[in-house]
């Protein structure tokens, strides 16, 4: 009974696991790539300084940049509170690049820099259902920073922000740079 | 039109004391104050209900056939015109925030025409009804609608009585940046608030004052020195519909 069994199975056995050398091939070379290396690389057009990037450091701007945002959005809605530091609109005039054509690509493109990311992690976001996605006048964020809003009240911000909602990643991160 | 003034807050002993306040501070001579009212507030700075934003329309000066107002408007917040991107919704779904009425007097035949837009009330029915809270009264009296939370019920647009709210029934493209608008969502007359907000009068206001019929006159109701209260003041202001007591922010002369 068990002979004839394996009489059977094996070369069955044998035919599957031809099969799968070629599978087992192209898994290895896919093994190597690293998770967003097929990301887009976009570059903001302008940097705040050699070592911060964005209008907070980027490691801050990566992770919590829709906390930002959000915060942002109550303010400006109810309380009219306008000021550029976290506006999505500055997000996007500083953020948004152009195509071969000099068009300004728009947020169906996944070259547009929310979608290079927010494609890849099928995070669908509706900012654009309602927002522009592509600058329309010219920033006015430099004003703010150096008139309009105190420095002051901007740290107190972004300091309530970070504390409020930096997750433990940032605080473990910080501790392995030092 | 006393009458008028005093229904320009219901809260009128608390606009009483801060207008006391306000005078002994800043007041240096009868009519003279030390802080000049027409400077903006701060970016970063809350709005507060020390103000309270309204439009007196002077019917009279209203020219018929003119709509102005409304394509200022239009131009200025992105909606209906010539490059409308609501392409498959019908006349009546279209976004209409403002609009030219004509009223016909049966008797004499006499004809008046007013722009009629969200009336910017004291005690805004949208706001009754609202289950999410998303249509809301700014401090300054500027009513609003928060799109971010906003499901898309139109029961405000039931509650309107000036029938003053649209709702989005498609995608739109290429919004303003200034005046975010989205499939839906209930939207209406934001008063310019970004304007506002800037120390701007709305759109409408300065098409009205560019084309020189000067009919609509924008201000702060609690200022009793600005021109819209003085106007007011000397002239009175109807409300529509004034037996629902809404208290508008916005009023008409010569209805």
Known sequence: ?178 | MSDTNKQMNSARREFLGKAGATAGAAAIAPGVFLTSPAVARSADKKVTGDKRWGILIDTAKCAGGCDACVSACETENGWGGADNTEKHSNAEQQAQWIRKVQLKEKATGHATTLPLMCQHCETPPCVDVCPTGASFRRADGIVLVDKHICIGCRYCMMACPYKARSFIHEDLKDQKPWAPRGKGTVESCTLCVHRVDEGGTPACVEACGAENHNAMVFGDLYNENSKISQQLEQYGGKQIRADLGLNTGVRYRGI
């Open chain 1, 1 to 178: 009974m068990s002979q004839s069994f394996l009489f059977y199975r094996v070369p069955g056995v044998l035919f599957a696991l031809l099969l799968m050398v070629p599978l087992a091939s192209s898994a290895d070379e896919e093994g190597h790539r690293l998770p967003f290396s097929d990301l887009v690389k976009t570059e903001p057009t302008r940097h705040f300084s050699a070592t911060q990037e964005c209008v907070e450091p980027e490691d801050e701007m990566k992770r919590n940049h829709m906390n930002y945002i959000l915060h942002q959005r109550d303010k400006t809605v109810h309380d009219g509170i306008r000021t550029r530091q976290y506006s999505l609109e500055e997000c996007i005039n500083c953020h948004a690049i152009k195509g071969e054509d000099g068009e300004y690509i728009r947020v169906e493109d996944p070259r547009h820099f929310c979608a290079s990311c927010h494609t890849y992690a099928s995070v669908s976001i509706d900012c654009f259902q309602c927002h522009a996605d592509i600058p329309v006048r010219e920033s006015t964020l430099h004003q703010s920073q150096s008139g309009n809003v105190d420095r002051s009240v901007r740290e107190k911000l972004a300091s309530r922000l970070s504390g409020e909602l930096s997750l433990q990643l940032v605080a473990t991160e910080v501790s392995v740079n030092e």
